[in-house]
């Protein structure tokens, strides 16, 4: 068999995913919503170790979005909930795979025992190298941006407001921008995940739900990315010189 030129050998450095579908899973198999949900950390769990074997260096997941306090009452506590316990069952994996956690978002919001979870889920992983695995909780993007900017007001720095200042304020700061951004349930749109990251980022939208989002549906994506030019600006040809 031929082999497809076109394809790039890469993968990306840094993988972020909004994972959506949960409800519409369960709803689809009569279900509640939190059924659907606890069927996503199953996801979740596949695809944090796929993204380790593969050597990508981060992967971002959108967990709860500042907006998503709108929901129902009892589906917000469900799924904070099921975030305490998935955090205290899955930190030992982590720490056994050497994977370190980050949460980025503003964590004021949430109570007292999941705070405590979370920092001690991100003490217990800090000096483990493998991979870099950010959990994006009661995050949005305009929020991060506009936190950066409250930093730069409150150094009283005279320096010029450039791109590098505002992005090292950011809650990302220190790891790539994404490479490949996937949102999964049929969606087409960012939700404010990411925005001033999200610039250059290659977008893959597929209409798998995220409890249906396996390690075979991650490669499809992977693959999908590997066809794509990179240009940041530059023409095909300076990128790929001869072709």
């Given at each position: 068999m031929q082999e497809d030129s076109t394809k790039q050998d890469y993968s990306p450095r840094h993988?972020?995913?909004?994972?959506?579908?949960?409800?519409?899973?369960?709803?689809?198999?009569?279900l509640p919503r939190t059924e659907g949900h606890r069927r996503g950390v199953n996801s979740a769990r596949t695809v944090i170790e796929a993204c380790a074997e593969r050597e990508i260096e981060v992967l971002t997941l959108f967990a709860f979005s500042s907006e998503n306090w709108?929901?129902?009452r009892n589906e917000v506590n469900a799924l904070m909930q099921l975030f305490?316990?998935?955090?205290?069952?899955e930190v030992n994996?982590?720490?056994?795979?050497?994977?370190?956690i980050r949460f980025i978002g503003d964590r004021g919001a949430?109570?007292?025992?999941?705070?405590?979870a979370m920092t001690e889920a991100e003490q217990r992983t800090l000096n483990n190298d493998v991979m870099d695995l950010v959990i994006a909780a009661n995050y949005g993007g305009r929020w991060d941006i506009i936190q950066s900017a409250g930093k730069m007001i409150e150094s009283r720095c005279d320096a010029a407001v450039t791109e590098n200042r505002l992005a090292e304020g950011l809650s990302t700061a220190g790891l790539p921008d994404p490479d490949l951004f996937i949102r999964t349930?049929?969606?087409r749109r960012l939700s404010n995940f990411l925005l001033w990251q999200l610039a250059y980022t290659e977008l893959y939208f597929t209409?798998?739900?995220w409890p249906d989002f396996d390690a075979a549906a991650l490669e499809s994506a992977l693959d999908d990315y590997r066809h794509r030019q990179r240009r940041f600006g530059q023409t095909g040809e300076q990128v790929e010189p001869g072709v």
């Open positions: 993988l972020a995913i909004v994972m959506d579908g949960n409800g519409r899973w369960a709803r689809s198999r009569h709108r929901r129902p305490i316990s998935a955090l205290r069952k994996v982590l720490v056994k795979k050497g994977i370190r949430f109570n007292e025992q999941l705070q405590i349930g049929g969606e209409d798998v739900l």
